[in-house]
């Protein structure tokens, strides 16, 4: 709240404070729901009602929202398989997920008054570890120690390990803050630049068609970057994936 109080509502980044549905308490901890919560929850909604509502009734011509769904559904199975292989099958209900949350959170923020949950580095932050911690499981549960030969690179003469293991082990562990800043910056840089220049419409009255026109250009610009970086994250979560299955370096 302090936040809000810092931040007036004028500001290009008032739009990124996470505000709170009333004060509720559990044990002396603070346990109010977030916006960041409430989009989130929407999100998840929204995705299961639509794919529970368009394949309820599965037809063998389908009909525009099942041929939707089935694209949608095609579209995740060829990206893992073309990434991951066919031992990435196993993978493709998390994959799905994934993409379909990330890619309606990104949706849902270009709504009016509605909450961007992927332009804060906490919700993206979690995700990518989330990704790491699932890849380095599946790493060692399939190679066991072998595992570390990952960050031997082969062919690399014997003196030049001593340099090239250290920076491979730095890369990998960094991995979580790479995939996690992409989507939080690319997010957060778009919104701002709409609310910098609907304020420019709004402060030049009559003369703000130039910036209206350019705003309604940018915003489909953004549906389509919402879309790209949904594929972005889940893109590189299968390459991850295909590092770990299949032990190429």
Excluded at 111 to 129: C, E, F, K, M, R
């Amino acid at each position: 709240m302090a936040a809000e109080r810092q931040i007036g509502h004028d500001s290009p980044m008032h739009q990124f404070v996470i505000g709170r549905f009333g004060e509720f308490h559990v044990f002396g901890l603070d346990a109010s729901l977030s916006k960041a919560a409430v989009f989130m929850f929407a999100a998840m909604a929204v995705v299961v009602l639509f794919l529970t509502l368009t394949v309820r009734g599965r037809a063998l011509v389908p009909g525009r929202w099942q041929a939707v769904t089935e694209l949608w559904y095609v579209f995740i199975a060829d990206m893992v398989k073309e990434t991951v292989g066919g031992e990435g099958r196993r993978y493709f209900p998390f994959v799905f997920s994934l993409f379909s949350f990330i890619a309606l959170c990104n949706l849902i923020g270009m709504l009016p008054y509605s909450y961007t949950v992927t332009s804060h580095i906490a919700v993206t932050g979690i995700l990518a570890l989330m990704v790491f911690l699932l890849v380095t499981v599946i790493g060692f549960q399939r190679h066991g120690a072998h595992f570390l030969s990952f960050f031997v690179p082969k062919g690399v003469p014997a003196p030049l390990l001593l340099l090239v293991v250290p920076i491979e082990v730095l890369s990998y562990f960094m991995r979580p803050i790479s995939h996690s800043v992409r989507l939080f910056a690319n997010m957060t840089a778009g919104h701002t630049m709409l609310k910098v220049f609907g304020l420019f419409v709004v402060q030049m009255g009559v003369f703000g068609i130039l910036p209206l026109a350019l705003i309604v250009a940018l915003t489909g610009l953004e549906v389509v970057i919402a879309l790209l970086q949904a594929y972005v994250f889940t893109i590189l979560t299968c390459l991850y994936l295909n590092d770990a299955i299949h032990l190429e370096h």
